[in-house]
Nanobody, 125 residues
């Protein structure tokens, strides 16, 4: 089982930037796709972005496309989410998750088996 820990959240004004990090330990991290999800109060957890095990394929929700960039450094067992042009509606707890099976790329929370504890992102208007 892989353990994940997010960091980098905080309070930022609209239009600002943050970079989230997801550090992994445990099983062979580089064999698994990784996703970022977010959950705002009273809402379901939603897909934000995902990256393949090699980093060669990336997928983004329409709401963040062109503003957020996902990347990974397998040598450091870390996945990043660079968030630019933040909007108040981006306010949420952000979670990283590791796919349950090697090579899987998905937007479905059910395809992810390991989750971090989450990091709060708050964007003020």
């Amino acid at each position: 089982q892989v353990q994940l820990a997010e960091s980098g959240g905080g309070l930022v004004q609209a239009g600002g930037s943050l970079r989230l990090s997801c550090a992994a330990s445990g099983r062979t991290f580089s064999s698994y796709g990784v996703g970022w999800f977010r959950q705002a109060p009273g809402k379901e957890r939603e897909f934000v972005a995902a990256i393949s095990r090699s980093g060669g394929y990336k997928d983004y929700a329409d709401s963040v496309k062109g503003r957020f960039t996902i990347s990974r450094d397998n040598a450091k067992n870390t996945v990043y989410l660079q968030m630019n042009g933040l909007k108040p509606e981006d306010t949420a707890v952000y979670y990283c998750a590791c796919a349950a099976r090697p090579g899987v790329m998905s937007r479905d929370v059910r395809d992810f088996g390991s989750w971090g504890q989450g990091t709060q992102v708050t964007v003020s208007s």
